[in-house]
């Protein structure tokens, strides 16, 4: 089975139990958490994946990481998981509960990247064009950095992407250019 469909399952499977039990934000927190400690930490990320290491020995870490700062519904998640032997999906379920908990609370995720960290003003701004873009009154955006842009900024909405970089202004104009010179010589 898919790394997604494992993911998406369990996932689904902890959201409703969360909200079953009513502590549907602390799980979240909890899984958001986790999430980004994979993300910051590679070698806690390649100890999930790794085939040498027993499941004894992960379940253990885990719960030394969460023990007293997660819900006991989340360390029962774990431990559930650990008996299976999905220990390296950990990451990617913590995602998905994330981005399905996004849905059911109707909250519209955007990344936007600029060749600068975002002030309190612009963030403001690409809030409310995403608002009214999607519709939803509750948005989650997610800042990159990236200096290869020169200047402008690329905002993605679900599906979505507006390019207003100036990166993508010059190959626009790199291929006018192109097809100009093409069309005068035939």
């Known amino acids: 089975m898919s790394e997604f469909r494992v993911a998406s399952r369990y996932a689904k499977s902890l959201l409703e139990l969360a909200v079953e039990k009513g502590i549907l934000d602390?799980?979240?927190?909890?899984?958001?958490?986790?999430?980004?400690?994979?993300v910051s930490n590679s070698e806690?990320?390649?100890?999930?994946k790794s085939p040498v290491i027993g499941s004894e020995k992960k379940l253990a870490v885990l719960e030394k990481i969460?023990?007293?700062?997660?819900?006991?519904?989340?360390?029962t998640f774990v431990r559930l998981v650990s008996q299976k032997g999905r220990e390296p999906f950990i990451p990617a379920m913590a995602?998905?509960?994330?981005?399905?908990?996004?849905?059911?609370?109707?909250i519209q995720t955007a990344e936007v990247i600029t060749t600068f960290p975002l002030d309190a003003a612009l963030r403001k701004q690409f809030e409310q064009i995403v608002k009214e873009v999607?519709?939803?009154t509750n948005v989650e955006l997610l800042e990159?950095?990236?200096?290869?842009?020169?200047?402008g900024f690329v905002l993605?909405?679900?599906?979505r992407q507006y390019d207003e970089s100036i990166n993508s202004?010059?190959?626009?104009?790199?291929?006018?250019?192109?097809?100009?010179?093409?069309?005068?010589?035939y």
């Open 144 to 151: 990159k950095v990236d200096s290869k842009l020169i200047g």
């Open 44 to 48: 806690f990320a390649a100890m999930l």
């Open 66 to 75: 969460l023990s007293g700062a997660a819900s006991e519904l989340t360390l």
């Open 26 to 38: 602390q799980v979240h927190q909890d899984m958001v958490g986790l999430s980004q400690l994979a």
């Open 134 to 136: 999607s519709g939803k």
């Open 156 to 159: 993605k909405i679900g599906d």
């Open 95 to 106: 995602e998905e509960f994330h981005r399905q908990y996004n849905i059911q609370q109707g």
């Open 169 to 185: 202004k010059l190959r626009k104009l790199k291929l006018d250019f192109t097809q100009n010179l093409y069309e005068k010589k």
